[in-house]
């Protein structure tokens, strides 16, 4: 494997005819990082992905290993001489070729000696612990099992990046969070540079040592698994991971102390004391004190979790903020908790989603309180003025 210190990708978009799938997407990958690219269905992962690897054309942009530009205007280095290795989704293994001669098949491509062909195929089998397999066909063999194979053919090649492309979304949950075991471990013992896809925020987290999170072909966010978690950088992100409950709403009053924010905020159904722990420097705040300051519109972002059911009447003697006042109308257990989504009562359409080991009936109203310190806060974009016919 040739050496390297960074592979960066420069303002990359791909565009489909008047679909831009990627769009202006920037990003540097460390010598052995582990990166994923995060986002729903649709927003361009797999097409960055396979930009990068040269198995589709940029529309613009750069990518560089090091000062050696492998894709521009001018230059596309065709995919096997990028030494990048792919893993997909559906395995796509040779069904007439058993294991090994599968794990065997590009260090043939290579024209290696043959002792050395059956001494790194071993070691690479024994790696994802398929010792024992070598003659079976992929026919014979469970998912997971023939994703291992598709992952054993991939770093027997020693790439410089491995690229993952949703490789357990084909497995039962059990194997996945299994085979997410694995990787992890293969990671940390060959350090090989990856970039991993997925639409699993339980898998990002777990795995990246960076994550991207994207929406219709933008990077929303890039950030560690505990950065994106508890500072994201936006409502869709924040939506993305688990925090629901975005009520739109205005900033009735704003103190500054220090670090913290106390935002009291105005929505349909209920009024929202905040304490944001957004620093000085935190775009976040910024925005905040600007909606505060122009009377603009903000969301909140509540996790289900951080909603309590509080007793008959307690609402009360709390006085107004943070108590909502709601209807269940959908209850499911869920083993530890309930998962109740509620109708806030006298706000059409408005809607409470929370956890709670309390049992609560169908059509049951009930009192619920917002914990202030897990309350973030969002100024919404105000809408651009309409522009004036040509
Ligand atoms: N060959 C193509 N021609 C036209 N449009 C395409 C093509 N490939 C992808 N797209 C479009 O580009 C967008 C991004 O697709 P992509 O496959 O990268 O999404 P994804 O994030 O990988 O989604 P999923 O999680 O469903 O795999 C989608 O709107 C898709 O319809
Ligand atoms: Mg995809």
New binding site residues.
Partial sequence: MRDFKRISVRRMTKR??D?T?VDDFSIEFGKEEFVTFL?P????????LNCITGLIPITSGEIYIDDECIDDAKTSVPPEKREFGMVFQNYALFPHLTVKENVAFGLKLRKLPKTEVEKRVDDALRLVHLEGYATKFPSQMSGGEQQRVAIARCIVLEPRLLLLD?PLSNLDAKLRVELRYELKALHERLKVTTIY?T?DQAEALALSDRIVVLKL?RIQQVGSPQTVFTKPANPFVADFVGYKNAWKGKIEVLKENGGTLGASVRTKGALIETKLSYPEGDPRRDAIIAAYKSGGSVTTAIRPEDIAVIGQGEGAARGEGNVIRCVADLVEYQGHANSISACIKGCEGERVDLHSASDIAFGEAFEACVDPEKVLVFAMPEASPARSAP
């Fill in positions: 489909f005819g679909k799938a986002g269905s649709g927003c361009g992962k797999s097409t960055a949703e896809v639409h072909g």
